[in-house]
């Protein structure tokens, strides 16, 4: 980011809504692009023609190359961009609804009620198979999400965005000590649990795709209705109020819809948390304070950047692949610095 | 920070790996009174350890903390430790399977995690652990384990044969370590169990004798495939000497090259005639081996030769003779024509 730039961010100034419109048109039409490169390319080499054709004669007896094409890259893509899209729009929501500029799913409980639930299904109910712990950390993190909210919400003055942060972070406390408890004394819930430890797009096929897409799609959605109310939430409690905004029902549907996208996200992948973290600050970057805006582009970003670092994992990790929650690590962290470091981040 | 949980991720497979590590007990050692009890021998007392460095005591250790596999070994030949420390629940760990543990107290049930308050009170005069010359340390003490848990080391001296090329390193170490310790080696559950391992594995060698097999060892899980690398898995370089090839990965993890991580796309990168399955987690693997579309890519997969594969736990004569008989028969009816 030029220092040109730096200087008109710092002079806040109203940005033209064409622009602005233009500027996700130009963002969205990178999506394709990218859907077609996380298609094409993966640490197995397979040819362009090959991938093509996989598409043309994908039958049963098809090709290893055909399999891979149709079977993991597809699901993998689809899944990459309708969690990305939603862990941008989550961190955008919980952002705007905290009022805090370092909140993100984890905050919420999230990661921790969906960990305690698979690892609770393995050990105490005895549960297996990835359909079962996809389910079981979606009702988790659901459960969580509620739990926080509700005990955020006791007190004088209703769910406000310290408590709820406390109350988040007192959860998640609770839940992860629970749930290292139980891992401790099992080798073999150990084993399975890896799988959600690091933030990963690998090996989630169509039966995961297909099970947590609608409560991707529809909390993405609903994320994207939701603009009016953060802006006034902006404004601060008071001034919400008086534009008429009930500051007690808005913040219950914005925590729902919160749930669900993180909820569905983690399920899919595991905890992912940078995405949700750094995202909604460039997209204020980029657009202003405006959450109309900021939500869109947060959304098309976020999908970019989770799909984006994959393609990136697969490419560079050999034989094998480098998780995706890898990647974000090692590409975020000096991004994250350099952002607050230049771009002094908006208040919120 | 992601990457610290790439490095977590690593270091619990290691974990893993090391948690089998441990051995094995033979069944009945019957009635060999305490420690040593065919007459402690005089002292002094040496033993060349793994590590190379000789460790010399006055009188002859009698009370003796093991780690869970070398116990199984030592109580074979009669030497009976006071006090084990394991990597897993003793009920769980396959080593102690069937050992008579009376009298012994438990240090540690859990990888890194050793009582060294309740071990000082036994006032053992020597610690038996393998030594694991690519970490260099003890098992139990390595580096990632507990600072208090390393406090063990300074109780007593700690020895211990070292992990490398075969499984009979360890079996004949502690062997040898038992006889210093005053067992009467000949006449013991041991020697019986050595008799039993030799037949097994002339059984072994001679139903090899009449295939052409290659084995790939694997541990599958939901987002990788992992190969081994039989270079760091002693039984799989035991079994490639005894005529069943065993691949060896071409690019093994530079960071832990235990094994070469294969994406599932590659997971057809080697075609082997069958494959041997992790045994700590041979039940899990099949079911999430299910739901990967490439696994059949794999042609000893889509012929279903996969076969249990004693990963990283063996260490005793009678363990190894149980394995071996188990293997020759899984292996009997592989069809050696399936792979490359």
Redesign the interface.
């Known amino acids: 980011m030029s220092a040109a730039t730096v200087t008109a961010t710092a002079a806040p100034r109203r940005r033209r809504a064409s622009g602005l419109a233009a500027g996700l048109v130009l963002l969205a039409a990178l999506v394709p692009v990218l859907a077609f490169l996380s298609i094409t390319q993966?640490?197995?080499d397979i040819a362009l023609r090959d991938v093509l054709d996989a598409f043309g004669h994908f039958t049963q007896s098809s090709s290893?190359d055909d399999?891979?094409t149709v079977?993991?890259?597809v699901p993998r893509t689809i899944l990459g961009l309708l969690v990305g899209a939603a862990l941008g729009l989550a961190g955008t929501l919980l952002q705007g609804l905290t009022r805090n500029a370092l909140a993100d799913p984890g905050i919420m409980g999230v990661n921790a009620g969906a960990a305690f639930a698979v690892v609770g299904s393995i050990t105490l109910l005895g549960v297996?198979?990835?359909g079962f712990h996809v389910a079981a950390a979606f009702v988790g993190a659901l459960a969580a999400t509620a739990l926080v909210y509700a005990v955020g919400s006791l007190g004088r003055d209703g769910a406000t965005p310290v408590k709820m942060a406390l109350a988040g972070a007192a959860i998640t406390a609770g839940l992860t000590a629970v749930t290292t408890g139980l891992l401790?004394?099992d080798?073999?819930a150990?084993?399975?649990y890896?799988?959600w430890?690091?933030?990963?797009l690998?090996?989630r096929?169509a039966p995961i795709v297909t099970g947590v897409a609608p409560f991707l799609a529809a909390g993405v959605v609903g994320a994207l209705l939701c603009g009016r109310w953060l802006n006034a939430l902006a404004l601060g409690d008071d001034a919400a109020r008086g534009l008429g905004v009930s500051l007690g029902r808005t913040r219950v549907v914005l925590f729902l819809v919160v749930g669900l996208l993180c909820g569905a996200a983690t399920a899919a992948c595991g905890p992912i948390v940078?995405v949700g973290l750094v995202v909604p600050h460039v997209a204020r970057f980029l657009c202003g304070p405006d959450y109309r805006w900021v939500l869109p582009y947060a959304m098309v970003l976020g999908a970019l950047l989770l799909l984006g670092a994959d393609v990136l994992g697969?490419v560079l990790?050999?034989?094998?692949?480098?998780?995706v929650?890898?990647?974000?690590?090692?590409l975020?962290?000096p991004f994250f610095v350099l952002l607050v470091r230049y771009a002094r981040l908006a208040e919120l | 920070m992601r990457l610290r949980l790439a490095v977590a991720t690593a270091a619990s497979l290691a974990l893993a790996l090391s948690a089998c590590s441990s051995d094995v007990a033979d069944d009945d050692d019957d009635a060999k009174p305490a420690s040593g009890a065919s007459a402690t021998p005089e002292g002094p007392w040496t033993f060349t350890d793994g590590s190379g460095e000789v460790v010399e005591l006055d009188q002859v250790p009698t009370r003796i903390i093991a780690h869970a596999p070398a116990a199984a070994a030592l109580i074979s030949y009669g030497i009976r430790p006071v006090g084990i420390y394991g990597d897993e629940p003793v009920d769980t760990d396959p080593n102690l399977d069937g050992v008579d543990l009376t009298g012994i107290e438990i240090l540690g049930e859990e990888w890194g995690s050793i009582d060294v308050a309740k071990a000082s009170t036994l006032a053992p005069d020597l610690i038996v652990a393998d030594w694991w010359p690519a970490e260099k340390a003890h098992s139990g003490l390595e580096n990632s384990v507990k600072a208090k848990s390393k406090k063990l080391a300074e109780l007593a001296p700690v020895v211990g044969p070292s992990q490398g090329g075969s499984i009979l390193n360890l079996a004949e170490g502690y062997e040898d370590l038992a006889e210093t310790l005053g067992a009467d080696v000949e006449d013991s559950q041991g020697a019986e169990d050595k008799a039993a391992f030799e037949e097994a594995r002339d059984a072994f060698v001679a139903a090899m004798e009449d295939k052409d097999l290659t084995a790939l060892a694997v541990s599958p899980t939901a987002d990788l495939l992992y190969a081994a690398n039989p270079e760091y898995a002693p039984e799989l370089l035991d079994f490639t000497e005894w005529g069943l090839q065993v691949v060896t990965p071409d690019t093994p993890d530079p960071d832990f090259p235990y094994w070469e991580n294969l994406s599932w796309e590659n997971a057809d990168k080697y075609q082997p005639d069958v494959l041997l399955i992790d045994s700590r987690s041979f039940e899990e693997a099949k079911k999430t081996v299910a739901a990967q579309p490439t696994w059949t890519s794999i042609r000893a997969a889509e012929a279903g030769q996969l076969i249990e594969w004693p990963a990283f736990w063996l260490h005793t004569y009678a363990d190894y003779a149980d394995a071996l008989t188990k293997l020759t028969a899984d292996l009997a009816d592989v069809d050696d024509t399936i792979g490359d």
């Open positions: 993966g640490s197995r290893v399999t891979v079977r993991l890259r297996s198979g990835l401790l004394t080798l073999a150990q084993q399975q890896r799988f430890q690091v933030g990963s690998a090996g096929y940078f697969r990790g050999g034989t094998g692949e480098l998780q929650g890898v990647v974000l690590g090692i975020g962290a």
